[in-house]
């Protein structure tokens, strides 16, 4: 029999669309069968929060819920298995029903039978706190990774390779040429996936200077404005495919402008912008496509690559009482890379951040 913590915890909680996140005293939770407790070593921040808590009407999840779907931790409790007690892992945020159509084909991360809520911190508890439950289907084993990089790969890392592995197969054997819109909490993970995974010239360009400078030092091959790539990419006819994190009216066009035929255009970022899409407006034989994070399978290829050094988000740690500041900083925009929430460090900022550098010269 383990021991679960009991009490109550502090959590940050969306309470009420368009309302400030919300700092409430809540039960540690206590796992069923099939779900084990974490003690939540960090949590990433992530700009979807930023829209869930703006929103200007209420979205289909209920509230309140804890907030946090990036979550490295150490599990305490796991009544089902309890040689998982003490294992570091990360979790996968889609809480699949693992039984529709759609997950018995592997492609957990369009489940159709979950319901409404996402997972943790998306319609469900998540691990803005000091303990979250989450189902153990979930966890993936991050042992050997610092927590502060390990969090940032389950939505930043998982997102992106998810997202290029959608655009692989129109990759040319000899690697063609591919194109990453907006260098932040995902677009440098995306370089590096890019640079890990496939043969393919990167191409990379952000509105924010520091942001070309963490393209360059993910991997990037040429970074610049949109009129440098379209002179680099001209000579090749456009680029095989185009990665948009950003998805507004202004970065689709480009990307639709920077692709060659039989392209494939992956828009990411939730920015709201639309497409044209009619035949003729588009490069003939174009794919679009909006993929939506990614599966169990694929976050344990990201750790793995993780593991090997190919990964390295670009992170600052922040302290659990910091939320809301840092919330702040993502609506204003220009954080560079990742904030990450140590849940166990409250009280005042400890004055220096930490910051894991990207890889550089690769
Ligand atoms: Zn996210
Ligand atoms: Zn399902």
């Not at 302290?319 to 929430?341: H, I, K, Q, S, T």
Request: charged share 15%; glycine share 16%.
């Amino acid at each position: 029999m383990v021991s679960t913590p009991g009490g109550t915890m502090a959590a940050w909680r969306l309470t009420a669309y368009g309302a400030p996140v919300s700092l409430q005293e809540v039960p540690v939770p206590v796992p069923a069968e099939g779900e084990v407790l974490l003690e939540v070593t960090a949590v990433g921040l992530c700009h979807s929060d930023v829209h869930l808590l703006d929103s200007p009407e209420p979205m289909a999840f209920d509230v309140p819920f804890t907030l946090g779907h990036e979550v490295a931790g150490t599990v305490v409790a796991a009544p089902g298995d309890p040689a998982l007690v003490g294992r570091a892992v990360v979790v996968h945020g889609v809480w699949a029903c693992g039984t529709c159509d759609r997950c018995r084909s592997g492609r957990t991360n369009y489940c159709t039978g979950r319901g409404r809520a996402v997972g943790g911190g998306i319609g469900r508890d998540g691990g803005l706190a000091r303990y979250a439950v989450v189902p153990v289907g979930s966890v993936v084993d991050a042992t050997g990774l610092a927590p502060e990089v390990a969090a940032p790969l389950t939505d930043g890392g998982l997102t992106s390779y998810h997202a290029v592995a959608t655009a692989a197969d129109r990759l040319p054997a000899s690697g063609g040429r591919v194109v990453v819109i907006g260098v932040g909490g995902l677009g440098h993970l995306a370089v590096q996936v890019l640079r890990a995974t496939t043969a393919a010239q990167v191409l990379a360009t952000d509105t924010h200077p520091p942001a070309l400078d963490l393209a360059t030092r993910s991997g990037a091959h040429v970074v610049g404005t949109p009129d440098d790539l379209r002179a680099e990419l001209a000579p090749h006819g456009g680029a095989d495919a185009v990665l948009d994190f950003v998805g507004a009216d202004a970065t689709i066009a480009l990307g639709v402008d920077l692709l060659g035929p039989g392209g494939d255009l992956v828009v990411v970022g939730s920015g709201g912008g639309s497409l044209d899409f009619r035949k003729g407006a588009l490069p003939q034989g174009v794919r679009v496509s909006a993929p939506f994070w990614g599966t169990a399978e694929e976050l344990a290829a990201v750790v793995a690559l993780a593991r090997a050094g190919h990964l390295v988000p670009e992170v600052e740690v922040i302290g659990f009482d910091d939320v809301p500041a840092a919330y702040e900083r993502l609506r204003r925009g220009g954080v560079l890379g990742r904030l990450v929430v140590d849940p166990r460090h409250t009280g005042p900022p400890a004055g220096s951040s930490v910051t894991t550098r990207g890889q550089g010269g690769r």
